[in-house]
């Protein structure tokens, strides 16, 4: 397990040498997704890594390389993965659920490209919109109404599910729900920034998200919807 403060971080980080190389931590059935990507985007390869989990207890990001859930403090907050500058972490394990006991379930390797997707998005727009988005840094519930949330989460939403890349929604069996939840709950808002993306850059995908809106959990989303209802979230 590494534990470290936010801004420790970064010291580290800007060692890491920006070259495709960084790409050879990556499944390999991904590594021309994550290229076709980067292309795209616009931005040199980041250092990626795939640690077990990620998450934050008292301000601080703990990174645990292998998994040990007895030392996963009670009011740790996951992340699905997690960039700072030229680092991106993407999370192994997805934490699940289920009658208030916490599950892992380990992710498959489209639905660590899915959740790498959005993190790339964040260092395109930390690239080229500084301006637009690196206002604040979003955090818990914030997440449903920030903007470069929003726009990241469009971005991996409108490749994933493009016609540039061969998954679908039954490549996400542990992720799905989560990862319609935020897009479900915010008014519309990741939709029409969907089809803002894949206008500009000639994604066709709007059948496939169609398609894999139909096979989100309800159940799920309604439970979900209901716990942050009654906190004030939204
Ligand atoms: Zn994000």
Redesign the pocket.
Known sequence: MIKFLKRFISDSVNKGKINQNNLDSSPVDIKNHILLALKLLKIDCPIIEYPALIFESRNQVVVQKKIDKQTVPQDASFYGAYQLNNLVLVAKYTPTFVNNKIDMVEKNNAELFFFLL?ELR?IWQEKYHKDIYGSKNAIGYE?IEDI??ID?DAFALSFFFSDKIPYNHNDLPNSLNQIFLHATVDGGKRFERVLEISKEINLECKSQIDEAIEHVDKDYIRQNVFIMKLNGYI
């Open positions: 959005h964040h997440v470069a949330e990241a």
